[in-house]
């Protein structure tokens, strides 16, 4: 079965700061990757996917992330955050018919 | 378009009690999943199913029963409540070709006293 690892499960940045969080997965076949995020009492929605193309991966609200196949992670970054980015951060892959995800990220960002 | 719809929302339960969870899809989703998230563990899968009639085992299944009649529904039991099982349960489903992503519904906040 895959696997999920998150690291720096607390983020603690300023307004206009750059964000990366890191995920790294575990998995033989082939993969898709997901970033969903939580904002605080809501339900997970979509941040971006990668299943095949481009590494690069632009989602919404100015996040991105780029999946490195030799490293097997799929880092998540911001340019510049806003205080709306206070939210928890998951990394997910799809793999044999489930959906693996990391521990996730608590991001705050301080106006 | 509803997407995927969850209720109760809220529920307190005695310990022993039974209850299901139900979980409904308007989008013609193969896939469906439930998922239980506790504090600094995620998500955690605990029973998928891949269409109608066919259901198997996730993470975390122990006390939990799943059925799938129909390609909307996919309700999960707790057969006998447990403090243990206390959690921020989610329903979420997607296309066969999971590169869509899945769509999760907006949660079952379960309380066991």
């Known amino acids: 079965a895959q696997s999920v690892s998150q690291h720096n499960h607390h983020v603690i940045l300023s307004e206009a700061a750059s964000l990366e969080l890191g995920c790294n997965y575990s998995y033989g076949g082939t993969v898709n990757l997901f970033w969903y995020v939580q904002y605080p009492g809501q339900h997970l929605q979509l941040l971006l996917k990668y299943f095949s193309g481009d590494p690069l991966v632009k989602g919404i609200k100015g996040f991105e992330a780029e999946f490195i196949k030799s490293k097997f992670s799929f880092n998540l970054r911001k340019p510049s955050v806003q205080w709306s980015d206070t939210a928890e951060y998951f990394c997910a892959v799809n793999g044999n018919n489930r959906l693996a995800f990391g521990k996730g990220n608590q991001v705050v960002v301080i106006p | 378009n509803a997407g995927v719809t969850q209720t109760p929302k809220f529920q307190v339960l005695k310990t022993g009690q039974s209850m299901t969870l139900q979980c409904a899809q308007d989008?013609?989703?193969?896939?469906m999943s439930w998922y239980r998230q506790d504090p600094g563990m995620g998500l955690r899968l605990i029973h998928y199913s891949v269409g109608a009639g066919i259901t198997d085992q996730g993470e975390v299944p122990n006390g939990y029963n799943v059925s799938r009649s129909t390609t909307e529904d996919f309700p999960l039991r707790l057969l006998s409540a447990a403090p243990s099982q206390t959690s921020v349960y989610f329903c979420?489903?997607?296309?066969?070709?999971?590169?869509?992503?899945?769509?999760f519904g907006s949660g079952t906040r379960l309380t066991v006293v």
């Open positions: 979420a489903s997607s296309y066969r070709d999971q590169g869509y992503g899945y769509t």
């Open positions: 989008m013609n989703h193969e896939y």
